[in-house]
């Protein structure tokens, strides 16, 4: 069972470069997300989404934008990346808010230069 | 909108001692409350979970965690933790009336079992 995969799961960036992170999930889940992870900041919601079609905002969402143009994928893209995008970029899915559960991808390690 | 506090950002503890993480949240409205684990290099898992019924959950590996409506916390215990335990904890929180929530994490807590 693959769960959730991230891709890239390594990166490193020049300043002002963009790229994107995909996430892909093979349990029929309606909600995705996408958080950041960084030391003594905990994990902090980028983007999210409750269904197909939809995007919704988290608590740091400058700087990066989101799709869901499948069920399956939630991408996260960078248009210009700042150093301050350094982190790890974890995603994560659940089918419904009250079964509680979210299942989270390996993570994927950004560095910008 | 939500929030979580952990007290905490580290927590030392000798082996076979009992340990206590806390965890407040904020809500103006009923709530989902979850303790997830994340070991070195890994991403996270989930400990436990409270959605409602009974007031103490019982999670994996020997955790348990008590819902405080009064005090809004959702603290996390085990009576006797072993060197495995060693990793950071995060609580969470999402508000359950709305369907189209989001899930808030704390900034985590980091066990540190002594030997």
Same mark, same amino acid.
Request: charged share 20%; hydrophobic share 35%; net charge neutral.
């Given at each position: 069972?693959?769960?959730?995969?991230?891709?890239? %799961?390594?990166?490193?960036? %020049?300043?002002?470069?963009?790229?994107?992170?995909?996430?892909?999930? !093979?349990?029929?889940?309606?909600?995705?997300?996408?958080?950041?992870?960084?030391?003594?900041?905990?994990?902090?919601?980028?983007?999210?989404?409750?269904?197909?079609?939809?995007?919704?905002?988290?608590?740091?969402? !400058?700087?990066?934008?989101?799709?869901?143009? %499948? %069920?399956?994928?939630?991408?996260?893209?960078?248009?210009?990346?700042?150093?301050?995008?350094?982190?790890?970029?974890?995603?994560?899915?659940? *089918?419904?808010? !009250?079964?509680?559960?979210?299942?989270?991808?390996?993570?994927? *390690?950004?560095?910008?230069? | 909108?939500?929030?979580?506090?952990? $007290?905490?950002?580290?927590? /030392?503890?000798? +082996?076979?001692?009992?340990? +206590?993480?806390?965890? =407040?949240?904020?809500?103006?409205?009923?709530?989902?409350?979850?303790?997830?684990?994340?070991? /070195? =290099?890994?991403?996270?898992?989930?400990?436990?979970?409270?959605?409602?019924?009974?007031?103490?959950?019982?999670? @994996? =590996?020997?955790? +348990?965690?008590?819902? =405080?409506?009064?005090? #809004?916390?959702?603290? $996390?215990?085990?009576?006797?933790?072993? @060197?495995?335990? #060693?990793?950071?904890?995060?609580?969470?929180?999402? +508000?359950?009336?709305?369907?189209?929530?989001?899930? @808030?994490?704390?900034?985590? #807590?980091? $066990?540190? @079992?002594?030997?």
């Amino acid at each position: 069972n693959a769960g959730v995969t991230q891709t890239p %799961k390594f990166r490193v960036l %020049k300043t002002g470069q963009s790229m994107t992170l995909l996430c892909a999930q !093979d349990m029929n889940h309606e909600y995705m997300y996408w958080y950041r992870q960084d030391p003594g900041m905990g994990l902090r919601l980028i983007h999210y989404s409750v269904g197909e079609g939809t995007t919704a905002k988290g608590e740091v969402p !400058d700087g990066y934008n989101v799709s869901r143009l %499948k %069920k399956q994928n939630f991408l996260l893209g960078l248009e210009s990346a700042a150093p301050s995008q350094t982190s790890v970029y974890f995603c994560a899915s659940t *089918r419904v808010l !009250d079964t509680g559960e979210l299942f989270f991808g390996e993570g994927s *390690r950004l560095t910008v230069l | 909108a939500q929030s979580v506090t952990q $007290l905490d950002s580290q927590v /030392p503890v000798f +082996e076979e001692a009992p340990v +206590e993480l806390r965890c =407040n949240y904020s809500s103006s409205v009923s709530v989902y409350l979850f303790w997830y684990v994340q070991y /070195p =290099n890994q991403g996270l898992q989930l400990l436990l979970k409270y959605l409602s019924g009974s007031t103490l959950v019982k999670g @994996i =590996n020997g955790f +348990e965690a008590e819902f =405080n409506k009064s005090q #809004t916390s959702f603290h $996390l215990r085990k009576p006797s933790v072993h @060197i495995s335990d #060693t990793a950071e904890y995060f609580c969470a929180v999402s +508000e359950s009336r709305n369907r189209d929530d989001k899930i @808030i994490f704390g900034k985590g #807590t980091r $066990l540190h @079992i002594l030997p």
